[in-house]
Antibody
């Protein structure tokens, strides 16, 4: 059973950088079978796909966030990371990591429990 | 970017009755459409993929249909645990993968 667990600071100041980690258990992010995404959800609102990592050499981003987002992974720790720069109040949300099976099968079958990020000075 | 529009925003149905939720795509997504259920304080749970295939462990009372731009999620006989928010998501044209704004299914 795959388990995903997000972690990181719950509070970020405006204009600063948000940094989150997703630790994956029960499956290897470097297996090449699955893709690993970040998705966010502002309070009371819908879901927004941020981007994803694939161990065989591709990282894709939502064009609306691409200039501020970096997704990477530490395969030795089986961790995915998200960095979002120059945050504003609009970036306050619950941030999820999730697994999918790649192009043509990009539906998310396993999710972390989410990490709440507040943006405030 | 493909825009996914769900209707209605809120649906009130009595337990034991049928619920029908709709999702429309701004252009064809073939059958590359998934449905999720989300309860308060929880992550979304995958219900349906490929427009009509149930995910592992999902009860048979959940069914999906449609192709192109019009999709439907039907819950045949509502149980108490089914009252939640439901989202559709397209994965045909990306980036980005996009979700609908959700339908809140509440007890009548």
């Amino acid at each position: 059973q795959v388990q995903l667990q997000e972690s990181g600071p719950g509070l970020v100041k405006p204009s600063q950088t948000l940094s989150l980690t997703c630790t994956v258990a029960g499956g290897s992010i470097s297996s090449g079978i699955y893709y690993w995404s970040w998705i966010r959800q502002p309070a009371g609102k819908g879901l927004e796909w941020i981007g994803r990592f694939y161990s065989r050499g591709s990282i894709n981003y939502n064009p609306s966030l691409k200039s501020r987002v970096t997704i990477s992974a530490d395969t030795s720790k089986n961790q995915l990371s998200l960095i979002l720069s120059s945050v504003t109040a609009a970036d306050a949300a619950v941030y999820y990591c999730a697994r999918d099976k790649g192009v043509g099968n990009t539906f998310f079958d396993y999710w972390g429990q989410g990490s709440l990020v507040t943006v405030s000075s | 970017e493909i825009v996914m529009t769900q209707s209605p925003a809120t649906l009130s149905v009595s337990p034991g009755e049928r619920a029908t939720l709709s999702c429309r795509a701004s252009q064809s997504v073939s059958t590359n459409l998934a449905w999720y259920q989300q309860k308060p304080g929880q992550a979304p749970r995958l219900l349906i993929y490929g427009a009509s295939a149930r995910a592992t462990g999902i009860p048979a009372r959940f069914s999906g249909s449609g192709s192109g731009t019009e999709f439907t999620l039907t819950i045949s006989s509502l149980q108490s645990e089914d009252f939640a928010v439901y989202y559709c998501q397209q994965y045909n044209i990306w980036p980005p993968y996009t979700f609908g704004q959700g339908t809140r299914l509440q007890i009548k």
